[in-house]
Nanobody, 117 residues
């Protein structure tokens, strides 16, 4: 089992930047892909970004591509999501995930990001 704990969410203004963090614990030796999804009220869950264990492969959802960067520090079992030029439509609960590209078996509880206009 892997436990994921997100942090870094909050209330920001449009145009601001924010960095989310996700600390993994438990069985972290399986070289998992880690990433982020988000879900806005009344909307379907949406893929945001993912990164391979070594960091050499990344993937981004169209809605954040060019404005966000995912990175990880395996020594700290932590993945980060740097989001820039935030928009009100980025308002959502952001979930950290771990697993494999296209299949994420472990989910965190989420952290709220609210972007005011």
């Amino acid at each position: 089992q892997v436990q994921l704990a997100e942090s870094g969410g909050g209330l920001v203004q449009a145009g601001d930047s924010l960095r989310l963090s996700c600390a993994a614990s438990g069985r972290t030796s399986n070289n998992y892909v880690m990433g982020w999804f988000r879900q806005a009220p009344g909307m379907e869950r949406e893929f945001v970004a993912a990164i391979s264990w070594g960091g050499g492969s990344t993937s981004y959802g169209d809605s954040v591509k060019g404005r966000s960067t995912i990175s990880r520090d395996n020594a700290k079992n932590t993945v980060y999501l740097q989001m820039n030029s935030l928009k009100p439509e980025d308002t959502a609960v952001y979930y950290c995930v771990a697993g494999w590209f296209g299949r994420y078996d472990y989910w965190g509880r989420g952290t709220q990001v609210t972007v005011s206009s």
